[in-house]
């Protein structure tokens, strides 16, 4: 069975930053991704950045490009999202979901994954 499990969210400041990690169990080959996402109170979830375990591509959405990156570890099964310049709209519950083969983009916006982590709480304050 595949879980995910998120770390690393915490209340920062505007401008500070934060580094989120994903550990992934159950899986045995490298033909997945792993993506990002975050739910902002009274707001639908949404896309924040991926990695296509394989070889590495990412993909990052607009409210995060340029200030995020998405990396694993040389254990391939951690993977980190280090944000930085946070600003209180990046406020929201963050999590990692795993599909398998690379990310799916549509019409420039990260879709919805197979699996999911139960999330870890990121605040910002002004």
């Known amino acids: 069975e595949v879980q995910l499990a998120e770390s690393g969210g915490g209340l920062v400041q505007t401008g500070e930053s934060l580094r989120l990690s994903c550990v992934a169990s159950?899986?045995?080959?490298?033909?997945?991704?792993i993506g990002w996402f975050r739910q902002a109170p009274g707001k639908e979830r949404e896309g924040v950045s991926c990695?296509?375990?394989?070889?590495?591509?990412?993909h990052y959405e607009d409210s995060v490009k340029g200030r995020a990156t998405i990396f694993t570890d040389n254990d391939k099964n951690l993977v980190h999202l280090q944000v930085n310049n946070l600003k209180p709209e990046d406020t929201g519950v963050y999590y990692c979901?795993?599909?398998?083969?690379?990310?799916?983009?549509?019409?420039?916006?990260?879709?919805?994954?197979?699996?999911w982590g139960k999330g870890t709480l990121v605040t910002v304050s002004s």
């Open positions: 159950g899986i045995t080959h490298d033909y997945y991704s």
């Open positions: 990695i296509n375990i394989e070889d590495g591509s990412t």
């Open positions: 979901a795993a599909e398998w083969g690379p990310c799916t983009v549509i019409g420039g916006e990260l879709y919805e994954m197979d699996v």
